[in-house]
Every structure is written in structure tokens, then in C-alpha cells.
């Protein structure tokens, strides 16, 4: 699983994807075609502990591609 967030709680250190990773656009389509109605997206507290905890400007990207 590639993740740049570097979280604070996670180990995971991975940086590019892995070559047989899907992307964003794949897995959404998988999503659709499956009928997978439900997703998860984290979101930690207020902007501040959220991106202290994840990323800087991550609580803003998120909250500009949700869709509602």
C-alpha cells in the first residue's frame, strides 16, 4: 500500500506504489461496478490535530473531494 501521509500512528513508510497497486481511478470504478456504496475517510478531530496528526493541508484536501 503506498501512503505519503507519514501518520504519526502508523508504521507504514511507503512512498510509491507497488506495481500491481491499482489507482484512485481504478479502484473507484471497481467501487461502482461492485455496487460498494460505503467508504471510509478518517478524519481526526479539528484542521489542527487533524493535520498534525497526518499531514499538513491534508484535512483541507479531503473536505474538497468529498462529495455530498
Given at each position: 500500500?503506498?501512503?505519503?501521509?507519514r501518520c504519526k500512528h502508523c508504521g507504514s513508510s511507503c512512498t510509491d506504489p507497488?506495481?500491481?497497486e491499482l489507482s484512485t481511478e481504478e479502484t473507484a470504478r471497481l467501487l461502482v461496478e461492485n455496487h460498494i456504496a460505503t467508504v471510509?475517510?478518517?478524519i481526526d478531530g479539528t484542521r489542527e490535530v487533524h493535520?498534525?496528526?497526518r499531514k499538513a493541508d491534508s484535512f483541507e484536501r479531503?473536505?474538497?473531494r468529498l462529495r455530498f
Amino acid at each position: 500500500m503506498s501512503c505519503n501521509m507519514r501518520c504519526k500512528h502508523c508504521g507504514s513508510s511507503c512512498t510509491d506504489p507497488l506495481p500491481d497497486e491499482l489507482s484512485t481511478e481504478e479502484t473507484a470504478r471497481l467501487l461502482v461496478e461492485n455496487h460498494i456504496a460505503t467508504v471510509a475517510i478518517s478524519i481526526d478531530g479539528t484542521r489542527e490535530v487533524h493535520d498534525a496528526i497526518r499531514k499538513a493541508d491534508s484535512f483541507e484536501r479531503i473536505g474538497a473531494r468529498l462529495r455530498f
